[in-house]
């Protein structure tokens, strides 16, 4: 931990986070809220509790061959990984799904930038 403080990273409230893996978490978080980007749409669900939120990824077909739908994936996973910790909520399910022709190839920076003012529009609709 002292290794991460000093290269500079900030701390955040929830070192790791729960993969969504069940159907029903994916179903019921499909029911809620949600918030289009352009490489990406985030869907949510409040749970309730006071657990570290949870994330689940998912492409369909419409994405492209395994190959495209993997490589999606791993971005979705990245920038959850890097936004989640700092701008997400204890107690919330969220879901990113990729996009035809976008999440594989739009640029990664911009990507994070969308989740994060993503998460801060359905965060701001819930209060």
């Not at 495209?68 to 990245?78: D, S």
């Not at 969220?94 to 998460?119: H, I, N, P, S, W």
């Amino acid at each position: 931990m002292a290794s991460d403080e000093a290269a500079g990273a900030t701390q955040s409230p929830f070192l790791r986070f729960e993969v969504l893996k069940k159907r029903a978490d994916f179903l019921r978080a499909a029911r809620g809220p949600r918030q289009a980007t352009p490489g990406f749409v985030l869907q949510c669900w409040e749970r309730g509790d006071d657990d570290a939120p949870r994330v689940g990824y998912t492409c369909t077909k419409k994405v492209g061959n395994a190959v495209a739908r993997n490589r999606a994936k791993r971005r979705l996973r990245e920038i959850a990984r890097l936004t989640i910790p700092t701008h997400g909520r204890a107690g919330w399910d969220y879901v990113l799904v990729g996009r035809a022709g976008e999440t594989g190839d739009r640029d990664f920076a911009q990507m994070c930038k969308e989740l994060e003012t993503a998460l801060s529009n359905l965060h701001m609709m819930r209060k």
